[in-house]
C-alpha cells in the first residue's frame, strides 16, 4: 500500500515524501479514501497511530480544490482539548500543506486575543482551535462559521474528561448544518457513543488500537515507597539508571513544581509543565525537552495525552501517594 494508491495529489504526496513516510499506516489507509469521499468518520485511534496525518492530509486536498476563505470566515474548523495538541496539529497542517496555497491558524486561550483576530480577518483555511478561545472569538465575530465544510474532534473523550461539552454542543449549534463530520477518540466510551450519535452521520467506523491498551514499547514497574521519599527515590533511579530523559507525571500543579524544583536541587535539568504555568513557560518547557535540554519535564495530566515527543526513556507514572 503507498500513499499515492490512497488518491493523494501531488504536492500532498511531496509533502509526505519530505518526511521520510514510506507507507501510510492502518488509521491512515482507512481514513484517507473515507475523507475523499465525503464520508464521515468516527475513528478510535490515539495518538502515535498517525491520526493527524490521516484527517490533515485528505483534509488539505479538498479544500484545495475549492475557493479560499473569505475574510472572516473559515472552512475547516478542528477542536482540539489542548493548547499543545492544538499547536502540534496546526504544525502538521503546515507541514502536510507545504506545496498547497493554503491558509491555517491556531487559536487558544492563555495569550492575548489581539494577533488572533488579526489573522482571522483574511479568512483562513484552516483552523485550529481549544473550544473556549473559538467561543470568545466567536462571540466578538472574529469569527464567522457559515462556510465551514467540515468539522474534526480531535482527542474526543479528553474534551469530554476536561469538562468540554457544554462548549462542544454550543459549537455546533453555531455550525451549518450540511458539512463532513470526523471524530476521533482513543476510547469510544458511552457518553462519545452519545456525542457521536448527533454528531456524525453513516459513519466510517474505524478502529485500529484496541480499548485502552498501551503501547506494547511500554513497561509498567512499581516501586513502594513511603511519601517522603519518593523525590529521593526518584533521584536515584534516574541518576542510577542514566536516563536519559523522562516524562513524570504529578497529581497536582503544586507537586510538579516542587519535585521539579527538588530534581534542579539535585543537579538534574528539570521543568515543570501544567495549566498555572504561563502559555510562554509551558511552550519553552515543552521545547526544552523535545530539543533535549530538558532532560526531566514534570506534567500534571495537561500533557499527558496527545503530544508526540520522540524517545521519551522513561514514562515515570505518578508515585502513589
Ligand atoms: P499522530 O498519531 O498523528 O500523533 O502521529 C504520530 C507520529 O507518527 C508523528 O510523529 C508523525 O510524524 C508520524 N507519522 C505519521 N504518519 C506516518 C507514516 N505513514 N509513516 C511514518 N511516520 C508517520
Redesign the pocket.
Known amino acids: 500500500m503507498s500513499f499515492a494508491s490512497l488518491g493523494l495529489s501531488e504536492p500532498l504526496l511531496k509533502a509526505v515524501a519530505e518526511?521520510n513516510?514510506?507507507?501510510?499506516?492502518p488509521i491512515?489507509s482507512q481514513a484517507i479514501p473515507a475523507v475523499l469521499d465525503g464520508k464521515d468518520v468516527m475513528a478510535a485511534a490515539q495518538?502515535?497511530?498517525?491520526?493527524?496525518?490521516g484527517f490533515v492530509l485528505p483534509l488539505l486536498q479538498k479544500l484545495a480544490a475549492g475557493d479560499r476563505a473569505k475574510p472572516n470566515h473559515i472552512r475547516t474548523l478542528i477542536l482540539t482539548p489542548t493548547r499543545e495538541l492544538a499547536a502540534q496539529v496546526e504544525e502538521s497542517v503546515v507541514i502536510y500543506g507545504k506545496h498547497l496555497s493554503l491558509s491555517s491558524a491556531v487559536v487558544f486561550g492563555g495569550v492575548k486575543i489581539n494577533p488572533q483576530m488579526m489573522k482571522l480577518r483574511k479568512g483562513v483555511d484552516v483552523l485550529v482551535a481549544t473550544p473556549g478561545r473559538l467561543l470568545d472569538l466567536f462571540g466578538q465575530n472574529a469569527v464567522k462559521f457559515d462556510d465551514i465544510e467540515v468539522l474534526v474532534l480531535d482527542e474526543a473523550d479528553r474534551m469530554l474528561d476536561m469538562g468540554f461539552i457544554h462548549d462542544i454542543k454550543k459549537i455546533l449549534g453555531y455550525l451549518p448544518k450540511q458539512r463532513q463530520n470526523l471524530m476521533f477518540s482513543a476510547t469510544f466510551s458511552a457518553d462519545i457513543r452519545k456525542l457521536a450519535k448527533g454528531l456524525v452521520h453513516d459513519p466510517e467506523e474505524i478502529s485500529v488500537s484496541p480499548r485502552n491498551t498501551t503501547v506494547e514499547t511500554v513497561d509498567h514497574w512499581i516501586h513502594p515507597v513511603d511519601k517522603k521519599q519518593k523525590a529521593q527515590l526518584l533521584i536515584h533511579l534516574i541518576e542510577e539508571g542514566g536516563w536519559h530523559q523522562a516524562l513524570i507525571f504529578s497529581k497536582t500543579k503544586h507537586g510538579a513544581n516542587k519535585l521539579a524544583t527538588q530534581l534542579e536541587k539535585a543537579g538534574i535539568h528539570a521543568a515543570a509543565i501544567h495549566g498555572n504555568k504561563s502559555q510562554g513557560a509551558r511552550t519553552r518547557a515543552l521545547a526544552g525537552f523535545k530539543d533535549g535540554s530538558v532532560r526531566i519535564l514534570v506534567a500534571t495530566d495537561i500533557a499527558a495525552r496527545g503530544l508526540?515527543i520522540d524517545p521519551v526513556s522513561y514514562t515515570h507514572l505518578r508515585a502513589h501517594e
Open positions: 518526511q513516510y514510506d507507507t501510510p499506516t491512515q495518538t502515535g497511530t498517525g491520526k493527524t496525518a508526540d
